[in-house]
Nanobody, 119 residues
């Protein structure tokens, strides 16, 4: 089992920045990658970005490329989502999720954290 605890959401004005954290514990050796997703009211959950647990290779959705950056603190088993140049359309509940090494499914999910960007 892997446990994920998120923090760092809040209210920010358009153009501002926020950093989300996702601390992983438990059987972290079973993690293939850490992903970030978001879900706005009335919309489907969408992929934001992903970092391979080993090697740190990242990928991002086109909607956030160049504005959001995923990084990791290996010593703390924590992954970060740095969000810059925020737009009102970035408003959503943000979730981190762990992709299982064996199944490649996003099996473990954080509790979610609200990000609200005001115009």
């Amino acid at each position: 089992q892997v446990q994920l605890v998120e923090s760092g959401g809040g209210l920010v004005q358009a153009g501002g920045s926020l950093r989300l954290s996702c601390a992983a514990s438990g059987r972290t050796s079973s993690i293939y990658a850490m992903g970030w997703f978001r879900q706005a009211p009335g919309k489907e959950r969408e992929f934001v970005g992903r970092m391979r647990w080993s090697g740190g290779l990242t990928s991002y959705a086109d909607s956030v490329k160049g504005r959001f950056t995923i990084s990791r603190d290996n010593a703390k088993n924590t992954v970060y989502l740095q969000m810059n140049s925020l737009k009102p359309e970035d408003t959503a509940v943000y979730y981190c999720a762990a992709q299982d090494l064996r199944t490649q499914d996003y099996t473990y999910w954080g509790q979610g954290t609200q990000v609200t960007v005001s115009s």
